[in-house]
């Protein structure tokens, strides 16, 4: 019997934004499942647009396992996670054990197809999914603002500079073209 799979459904049982007040709580498969969605819209929008060449497939199959090493280790509060380089590289090492422990669920023919998939950082596309991680937790901002929670305040501020710090054509595209609608009311959306 192997618990790749049921460790996975816990994704769901991971609460995000654990030092925030959240007037709309998220999971962390709520959050993987909008991450892989923008990051094959980015692709797509990459490709289409500016002649590039990636696989958008790819880049919603990294995202929707990018945080699955969190089923074991729960979500560390980003303030807490990069407070200084040695907690950042500790971290790191912590997610490099969990995501081992999560491969040692699955038989020893399907782990190395998820080894890849679980470390793919290299891959071309990853840059990609880390601008879709960083314009999800941008959009849980404008959602809890949109509830009056000021609490998101500053965390929008500082993922607004984040983003920034991307140089990808089809992330501008996507906030100028998409990113506005996500502060409208159904009313506004369906005109």
């Not at 709309?24 to 819209?41: D, G, I, Y």
Request: net charge negative; hydrophobic share 40%; glycine share 4%.
């Amino acid at each position: 019997m192997y618990h790749f799979f049921a460790f996975l459904n816990r994704m769901k049982y991971i609460r995000r934004w654990g030092l925030m007040r959240n007037m709309l709580p998220e999971n962390l498969q709520e959050h993987s499942h909008q991450t892989a969605m923008l990051a094959h819209a980015l692709i797509i929008i990459e490709n289409n647009r500016f002649g590039g060449k990636l696989n958008p497939d790819r880049a919603a199959v990294l995202a929707m396992y990018h945080d699955a090493s969190e089923t074991i280790t729960g979500d560390l509060p980003t303030p807490v996670k990069y407070f200084n380089e040695g907690i950042r590289g500790s971290y790191q090492e912590v997610e490099d054990i969990a995501k081992d422990n999560l491969l040692a669920k699955l038989p020893e023919d399907l782990r190395e197809d998820f080894s890849d998939i679980l470390n793919g950082e290299n891959e071309p596309e990853w840059i990609y999914v880390k601008a879709a991680d960083t314009l999800s937790a941008y959009i849980k901002c404008i959602e809890e603002q949109k509830t009056g929670n000021r609490d998101f305040d500053s965390a929008q501020i500082a993922l607004e500079h984040k983003l920034l710090e991307y140089p990808l054509q089809s992330l501008r595209v996507f906030e100028e073209e998409f990113l506005p609608g996500f502060s409208a009311t159904l009313d506004e959306m369906s005109d």
